[in-house]
Nanobody, 125 residues
Framework: VHLVESGGGLVQAGGSLGLACAAS????????RGWLHQVTGKEREFVAT???????????DYADSVKDRFTISGANAKNTVYLSMTSLKPEDTAVYLC????????????????WGQGPPITVPS
């Protein structure tokens, strides 16, 4: 399993950014996919997750801090999951990590089996 992220960067408060996580090594909807972030010196925190049932229906969950501002989505043909971020705040500044799990990791950070490198996002105050 290999996860490669793209996107990120510096954006002013109130602005928008997008992240993409391209995966290989597994079938698109067979794994739970997540986005988590980490501030230097702190533990990784859950941001958003998407998973699919056997009917390919998606189930999505967000951390309260990003609900109504961030959107997670997936593209089957590209085995890619996206995170669209709007109304960014200085407290969103972190390294954003893409993750995947063959089970139902959901909000449980330690249950994710595979991780990307994580592009940094900086929102100056």
């Amino acid at each position: 399993v290999h996860l490669v992220e793209s996107g990120g960067g510096l954006v002013q408060a109130g602005g928008s950014l997008g992240l993409a996580c391209a995966a290989s090594g597994f079938t698109f909807r067979s794994y739970t996919r997540g986005w988590l972030h980490q501030v230097t010196g702190k533990e990784r925190e859950f941001v958003a997750t998407i998973t699919w049932n056997r009917r390919s229906e998606s189930s999505i969950d967000y951390a309260d801090s990003v609900k109504d501002r961030f959107t997670i989505s997936g593209a089957n043909a590209k085995n890619t999951v996206y995170l669209s971020m709007t109304s960014l705040k200085p407290e969103d500044t972190a390294v954003y990590l893409c993750a995947a799990d063959p089970g139902s990791a959901g909000r449980r950070v330690v249950h994710y089996s595979y991780w990307g490198q994580g592009p940094p996002i900086t929102v100056p105050s």
